[in-house]
């Protein structure tokens, strides 16, 4: 597939470490036990909703098959203290789970990464919380709680706005200052510890003020960290809406997620870029050509210009790639070739080096359907798809320098 002009529109002068960055995203709990938990050698159960004990130390003994694979950035799923073993269920925005590790597992791994020309990035959770949060828990039970403002009651103490329909999840009123200096605060916590950045969970919840006072706070202290966004609107039902505070939802829900990427040009520098996953998807289960791919990512990048948007193939909260391709290896490789072909930024989810699979989809399930991307990585097979990873890695790594001189 020839997308030369697609790579070559998509650089520009004033680059950042975000533009050249090979992510590999690692879903803390399901990616590796540390050697000295004895169940590290033996099989760990993936039924949802259950720790299967992956760590930040897991990590960090598994850093040298990274660092042989090439990546130049690990990206973590949340590790903050919560009730739920994905970690988007806060219960303190300050404290790691101690399930995850401590902060010392986490200066160790940056300092690590840092010493090895690598950036380390985390999921940071702003819209909301746990239903078990104790400023939730004050606030539905105190009728003079300091903390009732801080979430969107309709009809208080039993109905209120969360994430989409979630219940569990109730949403921050980010409006509040105090709520809104809280959540930054906490996200200025993490990063004096090192960090170089956050993946930032669904962005359309909070209002597009809240994000201008974050970039402008955090970037005004931290200058070269980088935050990408995700926004999406597939799935959202009409009614669902009422949740969202992004200046555009309406006309965006109409015409979708496109539409909605689009929206955040001048509010955040990257995205994840969800409208190149739908369209190597459809490609991935031929229902497009390999020509129609090509034509649409370039009038995709062209609508784009000067974002830099991170492309995926999958995620934790999708049918594996190996899977969309049925199984189909050859066609699997051609879709990675075409990811690694574009200019922009791109995140490998973990065990896709494996060719991790499943043999039904997320709609098949009546429950906990995306327990099948969240499946424990099988460190006792080989990874059969490392060294093509790895060419791809390095070939775009010499690709990227080559550009960069010629920018």
Known sequence: MELGSVCVGQYNTCMSWIDRAIIYHIFIDRFALSQSDPRALSDVPD???????????????????????GVNTIWLSPFYKGDAFHGYQLTDFYTMDERFGTEADLRELIDLAHRNDMRVVVDFVPNHVSHTHPFFLDAKENPSST???????????????CFLDVGVLPKL????SEARAHVIGAARKWLTLGLDGFRVDHIPGPSDDFWIEFHRTLKGEYPDAEFFGEAWMYNVRFKDLKTLLV??????????TRVL?????????SLLDFEFNRLIREF???????????????RHYKQNTGMTLVSFLDNH????????VGNDKALFKRCVEIQFALAAPLAIYQGSE???????GFAEYAGWGDRVARYMVPWNQKPEFFDFYKEQIRKRKERDKHLEHHA
């Open 261 to 269: 990427m689009r929206h955040y040009k001048g509010i955040f520098r």
């Open 284 to 298: 991935g289960a031929a229902q497009i050509t390999e020509s129609q791919l090509r034509d649409s990512l370039q």
């Open 317 to 324: 909260d999708m049918d594996r790639f190996m899977y969309v």
């Open 47 to 69: 039924e949802d909703p259950v720790f299967c004990g992956g760590n930040i130390r897991g990590v960090i003994e598994r850093f040298s098959y990274l660092q042989e694979l």
């Open 173 to 176: 009123n980010l409006e509040n």
């Open 354 to 360: 494996f060719g991790m699979t499943h043999a039904k």
């Open 247 to 256: 200046g555009n939802k309406y006309f965006a829900w109409l015409f979708g």
């Open 147 to 161: 903390y009732r403002d801080w979430f969107l009651f309709t009809r208080w103490p039993t109905e209120y706005r």
